[in-house]
């Protein structure tokens, strides 16, 4: 056992069971916020529609606050990667938005990341989301028990890069239980059959980073919004899934 796998902690039944409580809520969440997105609305108002329904649900916003994370939820435009500041730009026809939202619900965090369209997008647009949604479904796919944390990498990497598109290489998914960035780190890239034995117990928040253009990443002035070194398009996916001796459970649906 290496030094990573003495760092993830296993979770047991009741504790997945808790996990997938905070999943559903979440997905409840993402689906909330994806149903106002249209051209004139603010990334403020969207904002504004996750933190009432993680109220109303007796939650918490698992970002506001995160490190300094001055919003509920995170909203990316265009060529933001990750991490976006709901502010007052209003969304365009033809924009695709990644929302990536989190709560924490009696202790549990759940974490479910979408790229969605703002109205009608052109044709390289669509294709990259339905490449990246395929990328994030190969790679729970390829959580099994037995297996291998590069096989979820390799599975991410194969589709995208098949596509003619690219997975950025300085971001990924991670553990997820009491703390919402738990061990290991799960690269949008590798090597099938390298890395973290996957056992039963463990909790991994897929990520899928799905750049239209090059790998390569920069980050705007206020420190948090990831984008596009060459300024082109890029989409987020993301599930929550649980490994269990029965098989492999995604968390993050209703």
């Not at 108002?45 to 506001?64: S, W």
């Amino acid at each position: 056992m290496n030094a990573v796998e003495r760092r993830v902690e296993l979770k047991s039944e009741k504790e997945i069971a808790a996990l997938r409580a905070a999943g559903k809520l979440a997905a409840g969440l993402l689906n909330e916020v994806c149903a106002q997105v249209r051209p004139g609305i603010t990334t403020d108002e969207l904002d504004k529609v996750g933190a009432e329904f993680i109220r109303k649900n007796g939650a918490k916003p698992a970002f506001l606050g995160y490190r300094g994370f001055p919003k509920t939820i995170c909203l990316s435009v265009n060529d933001e990667v990750v991490h976006g500041i709901p502010g007052g730009r209003k969304l365009a026809e033809g924009d695709i938005l990644g929302v990536d939202v989190g709560v924490l619900l009696n202790g549990w965090y759940g974490d479910t990341a979408r790229t969605v369209a703002v109205g009608q997008i052109d044709a390289q647009a669509q294709r990259l989301l339905i490449v990246s949604k395929e990328s994030l479904e190969r790679s729970m796919d390829a959580a099994k028990n037995g297996g291998r944390l590069g096989d979820i990498s390799n599975a991410m990497q194969s589709v995208v890069e098949k596509a003619g598109f690219s997975v950025v290489r300085e971001y990924g998914g991670h553990g997820i239980g009491r703390g919402l960035h738990e061990d290991p780190h799960v690269p949008c890239l590798g090597k099938a059959g390298t890395g973290v034995r996957l056992v039963p117990g463990m909790v991994l928040a897929l990520e899928v980073m799905a750049n239209a253009g090059m790998p390569e990443i920069d980050h705007k002035a206020d420190d948090w919004t990831v984008v596009t070194k060459d300024g082109s398009l890029s989409a987020h996916f993301e599930h929550t899934v649980a490994i269990t001796e029965k098989g492999t459970e995604v968390l993050t649906v209703i």
